[in-house]
Protein backbone atom coordinates (compact mmCIF):
# COMPACT_ATOMS: atom_id res chain seq x y z
CA UNK A 1 0.00 0.00 0.00
CA UNK A 2 1.22 3.44 -0.87
CA UNK A 3 0.37 5.54 2.47
CA UNK A 4 -0.52 9.67 1.90
CA UNK A 5 -0.48 12.21 4.14
CA UNK A 6 -2.93 14.74 3.22
CA UNK A 7 -2.33 17.43 6.03
CA UNK A 8 1.27 17.27 5.14
CA UNK A 9 3.46 16.00 2.94
CA UNK A 10 0.62 15.29 0.19
CA UNK A 11 -1.80 18.16 0.95
CA UNK A 12 -1.38 19.66 -2.39
CA UNK A 13 -2.99 16.11 -4.01
CA UNK A 14 -6.15 16.08 -1.31
CA UNK A 15 -8.33 16.84 -4.16
CA UNK A 16 -7.72 14.98 -6.59
CA UNK A 17 -7.02 11.64 -4.40
CA UNK A 18 -10.04 12.06 -2.54
CA UNK A 19 -12.27 13.28 -5.57
CA UNK A 20 -11.13 10.46 -7.37
CA UNK A 21 -11.75 7.56 -4.34
CA UNK A 22 -14.84 9.28 -3.04
CA UNK A 23 -16.82 7.87 -6.37
CA UNK A 24 -19.30 8.24 -7.78
CA UNK A 25 -20.76 11.69 -6.29
CA UNK A 26 -23.82 12.57 -6.85
CA UNK A 27 -23.93 16.18 -8.65
CA UNK A 28 -25.90 19.13 -6.98
CA UNK A 29 -26.59 21.53 -10.20
CA UNK A 30 -27.46 24.54 -8.29
CA UNK A 31 -29.36 27.60 -9.21
CA UNK A 32 -29.38 30.81 -7.51
CA UNK A 33 -30.07 34.72 -8.38
CA UNK A 34 -27.59 37.20 -8.87
CA UNK A 35 -27.58 40.59 -7.35
CA UNK A 36 -29.58 41.96 -10.87
CA UNK A 37 -31.95 39.29 -10.67
CA UNK A 38 -30.01 37.03 -13.32
CA UNK A 39 -30.31 33.69 -12.86
CA UNK A 40 -26.58 31.71 -12.39
CA UNK A 41 -25.95 27.65 -12.68
CA UNK A 42 -22.95 25.83 -11.75
CA UNK A 43 -22.62 22.40 -10.81
CA UNK A 44 -21.03 20.82 -7.37
CA UNK A 45 -20.19 17.00 -6.80
CA UNK A 46 -18.64 17.91 -3.43
CA UNK A 47 -22.65 17.47 -2.57
CA UNK A 48 -25.00 14.61 -0.81
CA UNK A 49 -28.32 14.50 1.67
CA UNK A 50 -27.47 14.37 5.26
CA UNK A 51 -30.44 13.97 6.72
CA UNK A 52 -34.40 13.79 6.42
CA UNK A 53 -35.83 14.77 10.05
CA UNK A 54 -35.26 18.50 8.83
CA UNK A 55 -34.44 17.31 4.90
CA UNK A 56 -30.83 18.25 5.03
CA UNK A 57 -28.73 18.64 2.22
CA UNK A 58 -25.12 20.27 1.76
CA UNK A 59 -22.59 21.14 -0.98
CA UNK A 60 -19.72 22.98 -1.00
CA UNK A 61 -18.86 25.49 -3.37
CA UNK A 62 -15.43 26.44 -2.45
CA UNK A 63 -13.64 29.43 -3.38
CA UNK A 64 -12.02 30.88 -6.66
CA UNK A 65 -8.37 30.55 -7.31
CA UNK A 66 -7.97 33.94 -5.53
CA UNK A 67 -9.68 33.02 -2.42
CA UNK A 68 -12.88 34.77 -3.10
CA UNK A 69 -16.35 33.29 -2.78
CA UNK A 70 -18.02 31.55 -6.10
CA UNK A 71 -20.99 32.98 -7.20
CA UNK A 72 -23.19 30.70 -6.23
CA UNK A 73 -21.81 31.01 -2.47
CA UNK A 74 -22.10 34.57 -2.61
CA UNK A 75 -25.69 33.82 -3.74
CA UNK A 76 -26.33 31.82 -1.53
CA UNK A 77 -25.29 34.29 1.45
CA UNK A 78 -27.13 36.75 -0.04
CA UNK A 79 -30.39 35.53 -0.24
CA UNK A 80 -30.94 32.15 1.69
CA UNK A 81 -32.07 30.56 -1.17
CA UNK A 82 -30.77 27.71 -3.69
CA UNK A 83 -32.68 25.18 -6.02
CA UNK A 84 -30.55 21.69 -6.64
CA UNK A 85 -30.87 20.71 -10.11
CA UNK A 86 -30.50 16.45 -10.64
CA UNK A 87 -28.77 16.47 -14.05
CA UNK A 88 -29.47 13.44 -16.38
CA UNK A 89 -27.65 12.00 -19.37
CA UNK A 90 -29.58 14.77 -21.70
CA UNK A 91 -28.16 17.63 -19.67
CA UNK A 92 -24.35 16.47 -19.01
CA UNK A 93 -23.18 18.38 -21.61
CA UNK A 94 -24.11 21.70 -20.85
CA UNK A 95 -24.13 21.26 -17.01
CA UNK A 96 -20.58 20.86 -17.97
CA UNK A 97 -20.48 23.83 -19.76
CA UNK A 98 -21.62 25.63 -16.99
CA UNK A 99 -19.31 24.63 -14.59
CA UNK A 100 -17.02 27.87 -16.51
CA UNK A 101 -15.56 30.46 -14.50
CA UNK A 102 -17.54 33.62 -15.81
CA UNK A 103 -17.53 37.03 -14.02
CA UNK A 104 -20.13 37.63 -11.45
CA UNK A 105 -22.94 38.47 -12.98
CA UNK A 106 -22.75 36.50 -15.95
CA UNK A 107 -26.34 34.14 -16.15
CA UNK A 108 -25.58 30.60 -17.23
CA UNK A 109 -28.80 30.29 -18.31
CA UNK A 110 -28.86 32.90 -20.12
CA UNK A 111 -25.38 32.13 -22.28
CA UNK A 112 -26.69 28.30 -22.50
CA UNK A 113 -30.19 29.22 -23.67
CA UNK A 114 -31.47 26.75 -20.02
CA UNK A 115 -35.24 27.38 -19.85
CA UNK A 116 -36.01 27.62 -16.50
CA UNK A 117 -39.08 27.68 -14.28
CA UNK A 118 -40.67 29.26 -11.27
CA UNK A 119 -40.22 27.63 -7.58
CA UNK A 120 -43.10 26.92 -5.53
CA UNK A 121 -41.75 28.18 -2.32
CA UNK A 122 -38.33 30.19 -3.30
CA UNK A 123 -37.40 32.95 -5.83
CA UNK A 124 -34.16 31.14 -7.79
CA UNK A 125 -35.87 29.24 -10.38
CA UNK A 126 -35.40 25.45 -11.06
CA UNK A 127 -33.89 24.37 -14.82
CA UNK A 128 -37.14 23.31 -16.67
CA UNK A 129 -35.40 20.38 -18.34
CA UNK A 130 -34.11 18.89 -15.06
CA UNK A 131 -36.23 15.76 -13.95
CA UNK A 132 -36.11 16.70 -10.19
CA UNK A 133 -35.46 19.77 -8.19
CA UNK A 134 -35.31 20.82 -4.54
CA UNK A 135 -35.94 24.21 -3.63
CA UNK A 136 -33.81 24.93 -0.70
CA UNK A 137 -33.44 27.51 2.43
CA UNK A 138 -29.65 28.33 3.75
CA UNK A 139 -29.75 26.94 6.92
CA UNK A 140 -26.14 28.04 7.97
CA UNK A 141 -23.17 28.38 5.60
CA UNK A 142 -19.68 27.40 7.54
CA UNK A 143 -15.91 27.39 6.88
CA UNK A 144 -13.84 24.73 8.09
CA UNK A 145 -10.09 25.84 6.38
CA UNK A 146 -10.37 26.44 3.23
CA UNK A 147 -13.49 24.42 2.75
CA UNK A 148 -16.73 26.37 2.47
CA UNK A 149 -20.10 24.37 3.49
CA UNK A 150 -23.91 25.16 2.32
CA UNK A 151 -26.07 23.53 4.53
CA UNK A 152 -30.12 23.75 3.04
CA UNK A 153 -33.38 22.52 4.26
CA UNK A 154 -35.47 21.46 1.72
CA UNK A 155 -38.61 22.98 1.41
CA UNK A 156 -39.92 21.26 -1.61
CA UNK A 157 -38.92 18.73 -4.55
CA UNK A 158 -40.35 18.86 -7.96
CA UNK A 159 -40.04 15.53 -10.01
CA UNK A 160 -41.59 14.62 -13.21
CA UNK A 161 -44.19 12.45 -13.20
CA UNK A 162 -42.68 9.60 -15.12
CA UNK A 163 -40.73 9.38 -12.09
CA UNK A 164 -42.96 9.36 -9.47
CA UNK A 165 -44.75 6.30 -8.49
CA UNK A 166 -48.20 7.78 -6.78
CA UNK A 167 -49.09 4.21 -5.31
CA UNK A 168 -45.82 3.81 -2.83
CA UNK A 169 -44.99 7.14 -2.64
CA UNK A 170 -41.74 6.68 -3.99
CA UNK A 171 -39.46 7.59 -6.90
CA UNK A 172 -38.89 4.89 -9.56
CA UNK A 173 -34.99 4.65 -8.82
CA UNK A 174 -35.76 2.20 -12.21
CA UNK A 175 -36.65 4.98 -14.24
CA UNK A 176 -34.53 7.90 -13.36
CA UNK A 177 -30.57 7.70 -13.98
CA UNK A 178 -28.75 10.93 -12.17
CA UNK A 179 -25.52 11.36 -13.69
CA UNK A 180 -22.66 10.63 -11.14
CA UNK A 181 -19.27 12.30 -10.84
CA UNK A 182 -16.19 10.45 -11.18
CA UNK A 183 -12.47 11.02 -10.81
CA UNK A 184 -11.34 14.55 -11.94
CA UNK A 185 -11.13 16.42 -13.71
CA UNK A 186 -13.13 15.09 -16.29
CA UNK A 187 -15.04 12.01 -15.71
CA UNK A 188 -18.36 11.12 -14.94
CA UNK A 189 -20.49 7.93 -14.85
CA UNK A 190 -24.54 6.66 -15.91
CA UNK A 191 -26.37 5.16 -13.20
CA UNK A 192 -28.36 2.29 -16.00
CA UNK A 193 -26.97 -0.53 -14.42
CA UNK A 194 -28.43 -0.93 -11.40
CA UNK A 195 -28.64 -4.14 -8.78
CA UNK A 196 -30.56 -4.87 -5.59
CA UNK A 197 -29.21 -6.58 -2.88
CA UNK A 198 -32.24 -6.83 0.55
CA UNK A 199 -31.15 -5.23 3.81
CA UNK A 200 -31.49 -7.84 7.05
CA UNK A 201 -34.88 -7.31 8.45
Given amino acids: MIELDLLTTHADRAYPV ?3 LVTPRPIA ?9 TVNAAP ?6 F ?5 LVIFAPGDRDDGTAKDTARNCA ?12 ALAEVMVRTSASLPYGISETEREALETAASASIAPPRIAAAPAALECRVHEIQRIGG ?3 VLGIV ?4 IREEYWDATTLRVQSSRLHPLGRMAVPNWYCRTHELFEILRPA
Avoid at 29 to 37: A, C, S
Fill in 51 to 55: GDDPP
Fill in 78 to 89: RTGEFVVNVVDD
Fill in 147 to 149: NRL
Fill in 44 to 49: FSFFNV
Fill in 18 to 20: LAS
Fill in 29 to 37: WVTTLNEDG
Fill in 155 to 158: HRVQ
